[in-house]
């Protein structure tokens, strides 16, 4: 197919508000936040139905330019090329991609009306502590989640065996020393507004980074290692390698 061709197959996809993905050699121009250019490359460029435009290169992740919901596209051809022109009013953007040739073309009505469930956050690990006090430590109570201070929220506060006003700051990846810190001003708020003297303070996170278990141990606080709740990670589970068969 020419370039034609594909400028009506573009057209028809966009006007049934199809999800399109195609792969061209093409240049681009973005103007809105900034000004860009980028010179010719084979690229990936994706048209979702509510308009979002996205422009990858062969490597990488993230796109290279995108252009919001709500963008209209135009296709025109000019001078033998393919011209898509995208633009977004309300973001007051616009994109011009440049297209030589098309190395493959695709677009369907795609539906989803799912919304993603997410395992193994903070607030996942402060529910499994508050049901498992004993992965803190044998005797310990937890009397309240979320304990709000002008500081945020306390992810869980208790009492241990002596009981000891107990604050458990979670932290579901490697714990900084912004969670020292944080855990520090918890600490601190709940001696001044329950005026008590003594309150432990406790950061439960997988691990810990070595400048911030120092300043923990200097300001007498513990780290307990925990890992956040991980229910949909099939990997986790013990399974036969390929290579020892």
Not at 216 to 227: A, T, Y
């Amino acid at each position: 197919m020419d370039l034609e061709d594909y400028a009506v197959l573009l057209k028809d996809a966009i006007n049934r508000t199809e999800t399109i993905v195609f792969s061209c050699r093409c240049q681009v121009r973005y103007s809105g936040r900034a000004e860009s250019y980028l010179d010719t490359g084979d690229r990936v460029v994706m048209i979702k139905s509510d308009g979002a435009l996205l422009i990858h290169q062969p490597t990488g992740n993230a796109p290279i330019n995108y252009m919001k919901p709500g963008t209209s596209h135009t296709l025109i051809i000019n001078s033998g090329k393919l011209k898509l022109k995208s633009n977004n009013i309300h973001q007051k953007e616009s994109i011009d991609v440049s297209i030589d040739k098309m190395h493959f073309f695709n677009s369907h009505k795609l539906e989803d009306a799912q919304n993603i469930i997410v395992s193994g956050t903070e607030d996942d690990m402060s529910d499994m502590i508050y049901r498992n006090p004993a992965m803190i430590e044998d005797g310990f109570k937890p009397v309240s989640q979320e304990e709000q201070t002008k500081y945020g929220f306390i992810d869980v506060m208790g009492v241990d065996k002596k009981g000891v006003l107990t604050i458990v700051e979670c932290k579901r990846y490697c714990a900084e020393l912004s969670a020292v810190t944080q855990l520090r001003r918890y600490v601190e708020k709940i001696m001044v507004s329950k005026g008590i003297t003594k309150v432990r303070g406790i950061i439960a996170a997988p691990k810990i980074t070595e400048n911030a278990k120092k300043m923990l141990e200097d300001w007498g606080f513990e780290f307990k290692s925990i890992n956040p709740p991980k229910y949909f990670e099939e990997y986790d589970k013990k399974q036969a390698r390929l290579d020892v068969f």
